[in-house]
């Protein structure tokens, strides 16, 4: 590693080795601007993020408003204009029923707040036995302790914590063209099994619903969420939905959960809820889940409370992101990226290519093994692009803004790699 990058660590790397990152000078729409003076495409939104795009002109505006009055106050016994309002959006826009918003500063730490909710929902009902979680094989919920123990990720960055904190049980993940696929069928027998013989135990069932990104990038059918569902209210256990990637249009409905037309007790939200410009959470809660922690006894409030909750910026520029989503009509603009990506890799062949699958403005390409991608980071900048695969998946994920001629490069490029190795 040179010199210039001792103090500064880097994620997922061996610091040792690691080939050195491209410099960000600069970031306009989809193209980021290097200090060589050369420009790419991004492909995958820095992490799912940067849905508009760089640099926009009205998130700037949002957050250059809010700093004019002032950045940041704490959220314990003061409260701010942007985090009311922002609250009350989350509340119209999220599945019906979903009504009070806790917010928090990251994907992974809005998930650690669903779990701590979802198990002191039942302590305050008189079940503190019922702490336990099922998760989906290939699930991925974060890198925070109790984020990893919900997760499946054996094979890959949480190898090294294998049985972190929280007591979990597993099923394997559901897939197939429908829900009578014998893996969706498989994993609903599974998840049945299980709650019904160790539901005074658990609190909660928690998913990304429809699209399992950093563990598989792999889609399966909405109904699964109604069949989860409806297992979950029979064995009185809660359905937490982890919709930090999925959330804000990525899988073609505004949250993945309305695909299936289904109300989660808890919904977490982050990556794209500020449009890529900040770090926030929102968990969001049903009536139901929130009226517990009412009461008289002081023990029954929530023990949560991060600093920079309901950030002041961050919730003005969440608040100008939802309002060009629902102004600019953004859930066309969607289906014509999935149009264009299921034109591209309509019967795409390849030597090492086990599998090429499109949902919303996702496209993935599955490989047989990560060394089916080696060195792909080097091509891509050579022909204009910013991909970053991760383990055997080379996948796109633009930013909405990205326009036809862009995403074909995009996606020509991903193509040419099939010839190329
Ligand atoms: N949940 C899901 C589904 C994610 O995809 C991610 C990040 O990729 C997280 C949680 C963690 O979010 P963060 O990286 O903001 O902590």
């Known amino acids: 590693m040179t010199k210039q990058f001792d103090s500064l660590w880097l994620p997922y790397a061996q610091m040792k080795t690691v080939v050195p990152p491209y410099r960000v000078v600069r970031a306009e729409g989809v193209k980021l601007y290097f200090d060589d003076g050369t420009a790419l495409i991004d492909g995958i939104s820095s992490w799912w ?40 959006t989350l509340v119209r826009i999220t599945p019906f029923g979903l009504n009070h918003v806790f917010f928090g500063d990251s994907g992974s730490v809005g998930v650690e707040i669903a779990l701590k909710m979802a198990i002191q929902f039942w302590r305050n ?11 989906l094989r290939r699930g991925y919920h974060g890198d925070t302790t109790g984020a990893m123990s919900v997760s499946d990720d054996d094979e890959g960055m949480h190898r090294l914590f294998k049985g972190a904190i929280l007591p979990q049980y597993f099923v394997d ?3 197939g063209p429908n829900i009578e696929s014998d893996e969706s ?11 019904r013989a160790n539901n005074s135990q658990i609190a909660a069932v928690i998913l990304e619903p429809i699209f399992q990104g950093a563990g598989g990038f792999r889609f399966y059918p909405p109904e699964y969420l109604f069949c989860a569902r ?4 029979e064995h009185k256990v809660l359905l937490i939905f982890d919709e930090v990637a999925t959330g804000f249009g990525r899988t073609g409905a505004l949250f993945a959960a309305d695909l299936a037309n289904v109300t989660p007790d808890i919904m977490v939200l982050s990556k794209a809820l500020t449009g890529g410009y900040f770090g926030l959470s929102a968990t969001i809660a049903t009536s139901q889940v929130y009226e517990s922690f009412l009461g008289d006894d ?36 969607i289906k014509a990226i999935e149009k264009v990506l299921i034109e591209e890799f309509h019967g795409l062949d390849g030597p090492s290519l086990c599998d090429a699958r499109v949902l919303g403005a996702i496209g993935v390409l599955e490989f047989e093994s990560p060394s089916n991608l080696m060195g792909f980071r080097e091509f891509g900048r050579d022909r ?20 036809e001629d862009d995403l074909r490069l995009v996606t020509a490029v991903m193509k040419e790699w099939l010839l190329y190795q």
């Open 125 to 135: 009902q008189g079940f503190p036995q019922k702490s336990r979680f099922v998760a």
């Open 185 to 195: 069928q498989a994993s609903l027998g599974q998840l049945e099994e299980l709650l």
């Open 230 to 233: 409806r297992l979950c209210d």
């Open 49 to 88: 993020c940067v849905i508009h795009g760089y640099n926009h002109p009205v998130l700037n505006k949002a957050v250059q408003e809010q700093l004019a009055k002032f950045a940041h106050v704490m959220l314990g016994g003061l409260v701010n204009d942007a985090a009311i309002k922002l609250a009350e």
């Open 173 to 175: 993940a559901p897939g």
């Open 384 to 403: 204009g692009v910013w991909l970053r695969p991760y383990g055997k998946w080379l996948y796109t994920m633009p930013p909405y803004i990205i326009d």
């Open 298 to 333: 002081p023990e029954l409030a929530f023990m949560h409370g991060p600093t920079f909750m309901g950030n002041a910026v961050a919730c003005a520029v969440a608040l100008a992101s939802i309002s060009l989503i629902e102004t600019e009509n953004y859930l066309s603009k």
